[in-house]
């Protein structure tokens, strides 16, 4: 079954830019979405399409997507971005919806 | 907007079956534009995708739990639920979701506030 890989932590200072990494093999050929997770809160996407966001979501947030890692970019970074991130692809040999391990951000 | 909402009991005995429905407000459950799905969260763990129903009945499972997963939907109430049978390791709050359906790239559009499920005698 399709693996997706992310590191389990990220941190980054207030304003600055944190990126958070999404592996797979040649996970550039699919379409990645990504959750962003609160605590005690339901997940919520902020990207879809790999580089799609709803029109919710602050223009801050931004995904990119090429070879073997997708990539979601938050800049500006605010305190309140602070939360756990997952990506999810649908693989479509298996019909599996696949997600990733989850990063935690921690805004310093 | 869709809202959706689980319901069911929090407290399952182990080798028991788990049940939930969820509740489907704001939009009808027989749209072109959604599946619906179920997906669990362990206690300080990540997010397990469980399965995911068309209204027209088409139904992909998790391959891990397969064998003990049945979804249905209730067009006439606007619910689906979830039945997970033979349950041990499978406490976690559970989520059900509307799947946005795009030409093979769906992604999960909207929440349920989650409800805990607790496996204890």
């Known amino acids: 079954s399709y693996v997706l890989t992310q590191p389990p932590s990220a941190s980054v200072a207030p304003g600055k830019t944190a990126r958070i990494t999404c592996g797979g093999h040649?996970?550039?050929?699919?379409?990645v979405h990504w959750y962003q997770q609160k605590p005690g809160q339901a997940p919520v996407v902020v990207i879809y399409?790999?580089?799609d966001r709803p029109s919710e979501i602050p223009a801050r947030f931004s995904g990119s997507n090429s070879g073997n890692t997708a990539t979601l970019t938050i800049s500006r970074v605010e305190a309140g971005d602070e939360a756990d991130y997952y990506c999810?692809?649908?693989?479509?040999?298996?019909?599996?919806?696949?997600f990733g391990g989850g990063t935690k951000l921690t805004v310093l | 907007q869709l809202q959706l909402q689980e319901s069911g009991p929090g407290l399952v005995k182990p080798s028991e079956t788990l049940s939930l429905t969820c509740t489907v407000s704001?939009?009808?459950?027989?749209?072109?534009?959604?599946?619906w799905g179920w997906i669990r969260q362990p206690p300080g763990k990540g997010l397990e995708w469980i399965g995911t129903?068309?209204?027209?009945?088409?139904i992909y499972y998790n391959s891990l739990l397969r064998s003990r997963v049945t979804m249905s939907v209730h067009a006439s109430t606007n619910q689906f639920s979830l039945n997970l049978k033979s349950v041990a390791s499978d406490t976690a709050v559970y989520y059900c979701?509307?799947?946005?359906?795009?030409?093979?790239?769906?992604?999960?559009?909207?929440w349920g506030q989650g409800t805990l499920v607790t496996v204890s005698s």
């Open positions: 704001g939009g009808s459950i027989s749209s072109s534009s959604y599946y």
């Open positions: 040649n996970i550039g050929s699919q379409s």
């Open positions: 979701v509307a799947e946005a359906i795009f030409q093979g790239s769906n992604w999960f559009d909207q």
């Open positions: 999810q692809v649908w693989d479509s040999t298996s019909d599996q919806r696949v």
């Open positions: 129903i068309s209204s027209r009945g088409s």
């Open positions: 399409h790999s580089d």
